[in-house]
């Protein structure tokens, strides 16, 4: 049972323009939310969080917007940029452990 | 402040051998988490360590086991490898290891092919 999922495999966005990138989750234990960039062979790095007690955090261009009635959340990047282009991850975590689920990732591409 | 070490980076096995990974987390940083990624189940959860105690697991069969040393830093072992094993296995720091609201830090991971 995927409880985190992210239903775009890829995503593809001319630079300067927005990315949305978004994940749903099923259990509304997750009390908290992050967002992670991979490359291949190396490990996630941390962009953003969110907690559950709140519906947006913001970090310069990355902002992450939860929506917990619909049990999804969105990272948007604005301006994009071609460095951007990785896969991204987001994970959760529920109440008093520190056992991250990872969706299946989205890949993204910003093309100049 | 340096990062989370893993060593080795790269490691080739054969099947039914056994393999040791290290990680070194963040100074300061007291929780310790493995994970394992595979083309076909992405990322997954082994397991978690703080001050040297076993307080999350996942859905891996006993041949995975972990411990963790009083400066904190982590090892991981994988006894009689199966060629399923292969994989990139990533550790990850956090502070406090307490409840949820603490970000996770990984490090750059070991490659583990078993032939």
């Known amino acids: 049972d995927q409880q985190v999922k992210q239903n775009s495999p890829s995503l593809s966005v001319q630079e300067g323009r927005i990315s949305i990138l978004n994940c749903d989750y099923t259990?509304?234990?997750?009390?908290?939310f992050l967002w992670y960039k991979k490359y291949p062979a190396e490990g996630p790095t941390f962009l953003i969080s969110i907690s559950s007690i709140k519906d947006k955090n913001e970090d310069g261009r990355f902002t992450v917007f939860l929506n917990k009635s619909a049990k999804h959340l969105s990272l948007h990047i604005v301006p994009s940029q071609p460095g951007d282009s990785a896969v991204y991850f987001c994970?959760?975590?529920?109440?008093?452990?520190?056992?991250?689920?990872f969706g299946t990732g989205t890949r993204l591409q910003v093309f100049p | 402040k340096a990062g989370v070490t893993q060593t080795p980076r790269y490691l080739i096995k054969t099947r039914g051998q056994q393999v040791t990974l290290s990680c070194s987390p963040i100074?300061?940083?007291?929780?310790v988490s493995w994970y394992q990624q595979t083309p076909g189940q992405g990322l997954q959860f082994l397991f978690e360590y703080f001050s040297e105690t076993q307080r999350n697991k996942g859905n891996f069969p006993g041949r995975f086991s972990g411990r963790q040393f009083s400066n904190s830093r982590s090892e991981m072992n994988v006894s009689t490898l199966e060629l399923g094993d292969s994989a990139l296995y990533l550790c990850a720091s956090k502070k406090q290891g307490l409840a949820g609201g603490d970000t996770q830090y990984f490090g750059p991971g070991t490659r583990l092919t078993v032939l």
């Open positions: 259990n509304s234990m997750f009390d908290y």
């Open positions: 994970a959760a975590s529920e109440i008093n452990t520190d056992k991250l689920i």
């Open positions: 100074s300061g940083h007291r929780s």
